[in-house]
């Protein structure tokens, strides 16, 4: 359980450093970074408590990241 949560945290954070590099986003690297990063916390413990998500681990945090991203507003920004 314990390494599942910490290769969540690694594979959010390089799809926020990722996703800040190719230009989906514009938030800054950190800031996407800690976005992703929540979004991956929120999504795992969704699927401990009510057992939704995908089979694979890697994959429930590649889709949280990116849905984070998505959901955070940020046409604000310039």
Do not use: D, K
């Not at 929540?38 to 408590?49: C, D, E, K, N, S």
Request: hydrophobic letters at 55%; a positive charge.
């Amino acid at each position: 359980m314990f390494p599942v949560l910490i290769g969540t945290v690694v594979i959010a954070g390089i799809v926020g450093y990722v996703s800040e590099r190719s230009g989906f986003t514009h938030n800054g690297i950190l800031q996407s970074i800690i976005i992703c990063i929540g979004g991956a916390f929120l999504f795992y413990f969704v699927r401990l408590m009510f057992g939704f998500g995908f089979s694979s681990a890697g994959l429930n945090a590649i889709v949280s990241s990116i849905g984070a991203l998505v959901i955070v507003p940020t046409h604000w920004r310039r």
